[in-house]
Nanobody
């Protein structure tokens, strides 16, 4: 019952920064969590970061020192700030929503998914 639309994907040089946004609409509940996942060609879906309704976050080890997930004050947008981008960060990035209030990095935790936004990092 949740709609998610990602935006902000672009081409960027290695070492640069980029911020992705996900607009959330539809039914809202007191307890929820939102996550970012990514998938590169020929690779499986990989967790990036997650946040719950209380503001608790989890970040995957591969991005922990470089990426930051956050939510705006109205709680209708979730962002992913990406710094020090590497070639291996190139992927389609998806946001996802769950009705459980825990910031899981497991894809099966999430109920609804956006269509994705492309990030391409070049040298």
């Amino acid at each position: 019952q949740v709609q998610l639309v990602e935006s902000g994907g672009d081409s960027v040089q290695a070492g640069g920064s980029l911020t992705l946004s996900c607009a959330v609409s539809g039914n809202t509940y007191n307890r929820y969590s939102l996550g970012w996942f990514r998938q590169a060609p020929g690779k499986g879906r990989e967790a990036v970061a997650a946040i719950d309704y209380r503001g608790n976050t989890n970040h995957a080890e591969a991005v922990k020192d470089r990426f930051t997930i956050s939510q705006d004050n109205a709680k209708n947008t979730v962002n992913l700030q990406m710094n020090s981008l590497k070639l291996e960060d190139s992927a389609m990035y998806y946001c996802a929503a769950a009705f459980r209030g825990y910031p899981s990095l497991t894809a099966g935790h999430y109920n609804d998914w956006g269509q994705g936004t492309q990030v391409t990092v070049s040298s």
